[in-house]
């Protein structure tokens, strides 16, 4: 058989017809897109065409998607672009954000914002009356993720954006691992600002935007005039209209995908020592965080690896950390616990005979690994 991935939380395969949307942009069509000759003009063109299309995937207008180097880049001027722009201030976010979001806020305490990190429960959802009791008469933004790239817990956003305009405060959602996998509509749900990327729905890496509305950010990137005088340099053409593909062909709530997911969850939860990551309800319908006891799972993932699958044992931006996952923790699991966590991310190619298959590698490898394991038998 060959080789399973299993890691599509972390990033995915370019769908072949993106490829091929992209060619032309590399050899033929390859002006700049602010040069006004012919094929400046078709680089244009091709570029605003894109961005009705990726717009439209969140029900937004083209003029309030600015495009970015991805999701990081894009929680970068979402967040720094509303502190700079206000000077001083409060901002709210959770425990288990992803580093792009914890790492700008951890920066700016530095420069003299002040950060509320609000805790989950054990299945790592936010409670939105939390926000409602830490608002202060200086917050100026809460940035809570959609969904969680590690447990994929997807947290109840419509009632935070019922909260934050109420209280007239600015809402950002990291929407990265959501973003072409659940429906979002920013004209039924208060969001001001969303983050996401190409790479996690079968496109270029290098490419995601972030969708602006009622939020005035001071830029991060400085020279011309570009995607609305907010993020200046050379658009990336080809990427844009790679990411433009994926979201026509992206398949938003997958029910294939989830029936995969349950199956796989239902089969492993029956494994002695294995718990479920996240509840089960509310959940991504492509993520299984598992944890095994008395398991390291940095050996789980390396005998999967052997046999051919490719998993993970957390966020990709974290795997070569050895702290135990800040998610994981957050949800009250200790650290030997943590560390014995195993994610598998289902994609649009996953397939029935590749779940049966890493379900019974998954049995054995745990099997062959609490032999060797020091720690009492369970």
Request: glycine share 8%; hydrophobic share 35%.
């Amino acid at each position: 058989m060959k080789r399973i991935y299993l890691d599509n939380a972390a990033t995915t395969q370019v769908a072949p017809e993106v490829l091929k949307a992209m060619g032309p942009y590399f050899s033929e069509s390859y002006g700049n897109a602010s040069s006004l000759h012919k094929e400046g003009t078709e680089a244009y063109d091709s570029l605003e065409r894109a961005r009705k299309i990726v717009a439209n995937m969140i029900k937004a207008n083209p003029n309030e998607t600015i495009f970015t180097s991805g999701g990081s880049e894009s929680d970068n001027l979402a967040i720094k672009g509303v502190a700079f722009n206000c000077g001083s201030g409060h901002i709210i976010t959770s425990q288990i954000e992803h580093p792009a979001v914890l790492s700008t806020c951890n920066y700016l305490e530095k420069k003299g914002f002040n950060v509320t990190y609000l805790p989950v429960d054990k299945d790592g959802f936010v409670n939105p009356e939390d926000i409602r009791r830490v608002v202060r008469r200086d917050t100026i933004l809460v940035t809570i993720m959609h969904a969680n790239n590690e447990i994929g817990t997807i947290q109840p956003i419509d009632e935070i954006g019922k909260i934050c305009k109420e209280k007239n405060i600015l809402f950002h959602t990291d929407a990265v691992q959501s973003f072409g996998k659940i429906e979002i509509d920013v004209n039924k749900i208060n969001i001001n600002l969303l983050s996401a990327s190409s790479h996690k729905i079968n496109g270029p890496k290098g490419i995601g935007c972030l969708f602006v509305r009622g939020a005035k950010l001071e830029p991060l990137v400085h020279g011309g005039p570009q995607e609305f005088e907010t993020r200046a340099g050379t658009e990336n053409v080809a990427g844009i209209v790679g990411f433009a593909k994926a979201c026509e062909i992206a398949k938003i709530n997958d029910k294939k995908m989830e029936k995969l997911r349950d199956k796989l969850i239902n089969k492993l939860v029956k494994i002695k020592g294995c718990s479920l990551n996240g509840g089960r309800k509310n959940r991504l319908p492509n993520n299984v965080n598992v944890s095994f006891k008395n398991i390291e799972g940095e050996a789980l993932l390396l005998k999967l690896d052997a046999v051919g699958i490719a998993a993970s044992t957390g966020s990709a931006c974290s795997t070569r950390s050895l702290k135990p996952s800040h998610v994981l923790t957050a949800l009250g699991l200790t650290a030997e616990e943590a560390h014995g966590s195993l994610r598998l991310s289902l994609g649009r190619y996953t397939t029935e005979r590749e779940i049966d298959y890493t379900v019974k590698e998954i049995k054995k490898a745990v099997g062959y690994l609490r032999e060797l394991s020091p720690y009492k038998k369970i």
